[in-house]
Every structure is written in structure tokens, then in C-alpha cells.
């Protein structure tokens, strides 16, 4: 499924929101088992750098990204 390319969603998360849990926020992914999924396959990028800790505690600033970079998450 392509999703469509996200130049850089803002998301207020509250403080110590894991990985899974913003991407199911921000409407990245539609479930915690797509989530789960796509960490674990090492498609999610956490500041340039792949991520695949599901609980991975997020800050303000981190950018995340899904897949080819056709999903931006920027933290804050």
C-alpha cells in the first residue's frame, strides 16, 4: 500500500510516548500491529537512524520517518 508523502506532520505527544504509540497518533500506520510490523522490519528511522524498539521513548525534536521517507514525523 503507498501512502501518500508527508513533507513534515507536527505531533504534540505527551512526554515519554513510545515509538508505536506515534506512529498510530500521527496516522503513520492504522494499527499497533502495523506499527509492530514495520518497526521490527527496520522501516522506521528515528533521526536518520533505523529504530526497531516498538517502546522506544520519544523527545521533542526526534523526526521519524516510515518507509521510503513517504511518511515524516516531526516531534515536538
Known amino acids: 500500500m503507498t ?8 505531533v504534540d505527544l505527551t512526554p515519554g510516548m513510545t ?10 500506520v492504522g494499527s499497533g500491529g502495523e506499527a509492530k ?10 533521526n536518520g537512524e533505523i529504530e526497531t524498539r516498538r517502546g ?5 525534536g526526534d523526526v521519524i520517518e516510515v518507509g521510503e521517507g ?3 514525523v516531526e516531534v515536538r
Do not use: C, F, H, T
Request: avoid cysteine; hydrophobic fraction near 40%.
Open 70 to 72: 513517504n511518511e515524516r
Open 19 to 28: 515509538l508505536g504509540q506515534a506512529l498510530k497518533a500521527s496516522d503513520a
Open 37 to 46: 510490523i514495520l518497526i521490527q522490519a527496520g522501516e522506521v528511522r528515528v
Open 3 to 10: 501512502r501518500p508523502r508527508v513533507s513534515a506532520l507536527r
Open 56 to 60: 522506544r521513548k520519544l523527545q521533542s
